[in-house]
């Protein structure tokens, strides 16, 4: 039978999506279904000091009790001793090899604008898939690519590549339902933090916007390389970016948020040398409004600002040292959504 006219009718529902994750999900479920497999595992990749590592992003999963969804476990791989992997980012084409405990592995290339590859999707399965099959798949992943390049036009922030702050909105929302639906699961690790360029606006009065925008594009670079994959990072504008953080311990979030402007302060920037930022950071809680927790995040900002720069605090925190009341009052800074 010629699965064909299927295959089109589900990359016509994949297609239909705007959100990058329905999209993605909806692409892992149709790979199952089409290749017959027992599992089908999105990869995206980061290049740390060079080295390509893979993080684990979302996987479907066929067993006798049905189909099982398995979303970011945030797991990162090395890539230096899986040579099938390494052979399919250096190739940038499909890979496939005989698993030693039986049936087949096959790797599909996720490729960016310029070629290069940027994610893997790993089928497992007992059958090894036909060439037309092969060629009728990559056809469709050219297709998700096209169709997420499309959304990533007017999602993305054209000098940093960052989510734009239209997007926001929509996701954090997203986020939230999730939260009220399994608030005492997932309330206390799911966070949102503001982050400021200190004295930007110096730098553009004396050096100009030129190294104003380089400031910000790497700025944005280090902040990218300080996340995972799953994380949500955007400019909001200016010299402000906030982030979205889910399933993350609050330990974990406060290192990383040290992290970051460690890694910031740290850099060489050309022409300045040291660049510093200001960070807030605060609980998302399972009816918050998106200027609410905005709000606390940038009251915690507008703290750090106060004293000294240069800072990280957590809004939790300085509510219960007696630093902040319980909720932020208005900033005249503050970030405007809408």
């Known amino acids: 039978m010629d699965a064909s006219p299927l295959l089109i009718e589900c990359v016509a529902e994949t297609t239909n999506y705007r959100d990058r994750e329905d999209i993605e999900l909806s692409m892992v479920q149709l790979l199952l279904q089409f290749l017959a497999a027992d599992s089908v595992t999105l990869f995206k990749l980061r290049h ?123 996701q954090f929302e997203k986020l939230r339902m999730e939260l009220a639906a399994d608030a005492q699961a997932r309330a206390d690790n799911c966070w949102i933090g503001v982050l400021d360029v200190d004295h930007f606006k110096a730098v553009n009065d004396g050096y100009g916007h030129v190294i104003g925008d380089e400031v910000l594009l790497l700025v944005s670079q280090i902040i990218q390389k300080n996340f995972r994959g799953e994380d949500r990072v955007y400019r909001f504008g200016g010299e402000e970016f906030v982030v979205l953080l889910r399933d993350t311990p609050e330990a974990s979030t406060a290192a990383v948020m040290e992290r970051l402007r460690a890694a910031i302060a740290a850099h060489r920037f050309p022409q300045l040398g040291t660049v510093t930022v200001s960070i807030g950071w605060t609980r998302i809680r399972p009816h918050d409004a998106p200027a609410g927790a905005i709000s606390r995040a940038d009251a915690a900002l507008y703290h750090a600002k106060q004293n000294g720069r240069n800072r990280v605090f957590q809004h939790e925190q300085l509510v219960a040292q007696g630093e902040l009341e319980g909720e932020a009052p208005a900033l005249e800074h503050e970030i405007e959504l809408f």
């Open 48 to 170: 740390e000091a060079g080295v390509p590592r893979a993080t684990h992003c979302l996987a479907a999963t066929s067993s006798a009790d049905g189909l099982e969804i398995t979303h970011g476990r945030g797991n990162v791989e090395s890539i230096a001793t899986r040579d099938l992997w390494r052979d399919c980012i250096d190739s940038a084409e499909p890979q496939q090899a005989t698993r030693p405990c039986g049936g087949f592995e096959i790797l599909l290339p996720l490729h960016g604008d310029n070629g290069s590859v940027i994610g893997l999707v790993e089928v497992l399965g007992q059958r090894a898939p036909e060439p037309r099959e092969l060629i009728l798949i990559n056809g469709v992943l050219r297709i998700v690519r096209n169709h997420l390049a499309l959304l990533d036009y007017g999602e993305r922030d054209t000098l940093t590549g960052l989510l734009n702050r239209k997007t926001f909105e929509a």
